[in-house]
């Protein structure tokens, strides 16, 4: 595979990525991280639920959220539309991931050429080969299937999901990661040890689930190091760190992390799906698999299959215990097993050996990336797009900025669930959150209520007690099947939908 051929691929992917990043395709959580910062912009201090009218805790005010909230209120700023603010924190959630894979990159491969395993660099392919080829592995290498998820890196996926905090979390393990294997091999000083820990509780908080991923990418790094030959001098720095990091966790204002660990039970359901069709989503990354069995036997402490191995047996026991939420580890079997594709198309101590490779590896991503074609239509027109590739776009989701000139910041929205993920982006707020709320401790009986509206043989008394109950102002149908005399319609939306106004 030739060098200058993968960099110029992993630039021209990179550059389709920007110009996704202009067009912001909306699917998914987008709604709740642009509520999150019309809050945060709103009462920095005391914002809120982002999504309904309630003065709770939220789990989405990150140390992230809240630096970008406080950017948004700054003068020349202030003025700025919350979707403007999430662009420019796609464009450095972009910039640490790709940042960190170089960093963690150089790190792989300087310990393969300290250990004498024929690691990259070893060989004279360069880091800038190296790191281009693990950037379009963790792109492509993936399924036949496009697998979309935030926290979940492959192109069509980070398409959806780069804006979101997950994406400047992963980007944020990668430095970690890169940083905790330069502290090991030249024993750093407390100071050092005090960032990681810090960096480690900064993770965790932007994305509860990446924390976990990068967590177990620590942890596989520090067993790499081999725990007996490190010296003694090293373990009370890193205990210092991880108590700093507990402190961060346990002293951050906004929402209480620990609490977190009861909201399993309510996920376990929605997290069902990321054990169905593992071959098709999955499929290609067994190459990286069989690449991690190749490093695992020159290096039995190799970093990427200790990494591999940790992840593998939490999402195994996520799937043995019924605890589905636990599947949310599975980028810690893929990420080791895509970067070992990638390393060891390099790293192989034959000629022979590194050209097979190459030449598989080569067809696995080509395959990856007519998979996730569909992608390239957020940045063209769809019209434009070979039949198969169209079949494989998404059509992002439309907004709701056609109810801005009669609905304010701060009024109630009566919206079904798929409404409701996207209103209160504009300011407002629904009944019922669009989304689980832990922290809401009424949210099932708004739900109901919400339920109990819409449904055709309820009263209209009944409607005006919702209505009074919670604040409603405002009403949006989307099946044009409510009838009701306390309504008076404002305007019509796409797709058939219609603002009431309460009267």
């Not at 593992?278 to 499929?283: C, N, Q, S, T, V």
């Not at 776009?393 to 993920?421: L, Q």
Request: with cysteine; proline share 6%; hydrophobic share 50%.
């Amino acid at each position: 595979m030739a060098r200058t051929a993968v960099q110029v691929a992993a630039g021209l992917t990179l550059v389709l990525l920007l110009a996704v990043i202009v067009r912001l395709p909306w699917a998914g959580d987008l709604g709740m991280h642009a509520a999150t910062l019309q809050r945060l912009r709103h009462d920095l201090a005391d914002p809120g639920n982002p999504l309904v009218d309630a003065d709770t805790q939220s789990p989405y005010y990150s140390p992230w959220t809240v630096l970008l909230g406080g950017l948004a209120r700054l003068p020349g700023l202030s003025g700025l539309s919350v979707f403007v603010v999430l662009r420019l924190a796609a464009l450095a959630g972009l910039a640490l991931l790709v940042t960190g894979v170089w960093r963690y990159v150089r790190a792989l491969t300087a310990r393969g050429t300290a250990r004498g395993t024929g690691a990259a660099a070893a060989h004279g392919a360069g880091p800038r080969a190296g790191f281009a080829l693990a950037l379009l592995s963790l792109l492509f290498l993936w399924g036949t299937t496009p697998f979309l998820w935030s926290g979940f890196p492959g192109l069509h996926s980070l398409a959806l999901t780069v804006s979101y905090p997950s994406t400047l979390a992963l980007g944020l393990a990668f430095h970690l990661w890169a940083w905790l294997t330069a502290a090991l091999r030249r024993r750093a000083g407390w100071g050092t040890w005090a960032g990681l820990g810090t960096l480690w509780a900064v993770i965790l908080l932007c994305h509860q689930f990446t924390g976990v991923v990068a967590t177990l990418g620590a942890l596989a790094t520090v067993l790499s190091a081999r725990p007996a030959r490190l010296p003694r001098a090293v373990w009370p720095r890193l205990g210092a760190g991880l108590l700093l990091g507990v402190l961060v966790l346990w002293a951050w204002p906004y929402y209480d992390f620990f609490a977190l660990t009861g909201a399993g039970a309510r996920l376990e359901s929605v997290h069902r799906e990321l054990y169905r069709d593992l071959p098709a989503r999955f499929g290609l990354v067994l190459l990286g698999v069989a690449a991690l069995a190749v490093r695992w036997r020159r290096d039995r402490w190799d970093p990427l299959a200790l990494f591999f191995a940790l992840g593998a047996l939490v999402f195994a026991a996520g799937w043995l215990t019924g605890h589905h939420a636990w599947g949310r580890a599975l980028p810690a079997v893929l990420i080791p097993a895509q970067l070992a594709a990638a390393l060891e198309t390099f790293g192989a101590a034959r000629r022979t050996l590194r050209a097979g490779w190459a030449v598989v590896l080569a067809g696995a991503l080509a395959v990856g990336a007519w998979a996730q074609a569909g992608a390239v239509g957020y940045v063209v027109p769809r019209d434009a797009l070979p039949r198969v590739a169209e079949a494989r776009y998404r059509e992002p989701w439309t907004g709701y900025h056609w109810m801005t000139p009669w609905v304010e910041y701060g009024d109630v929205v009566m919206a079904e669930t798929e409404p409701a993920r996207r209103i209160p982006a504009y300011g407002p707020y629904t009944v019922a959150p669009g989304y689980p709320d832990f922290f809401l401790p009424d949210e099932k009986r708004r739900a109901a209520a919400t339920e109990r509206y819409f449904a055709p043989s309820t009263p209209q008394r009944v409607r005006r007690g919702i209505e009074r109950t919670y604040g409603v102002r405002w009403v949006v149908d989307t099946t044009g099947t409510l009838h009701d005399t306390g309504l008076r319609a404002v305007t019509r939306g796409p797709e058939g939908q219609t603002l009431y106004a309460v009267r």
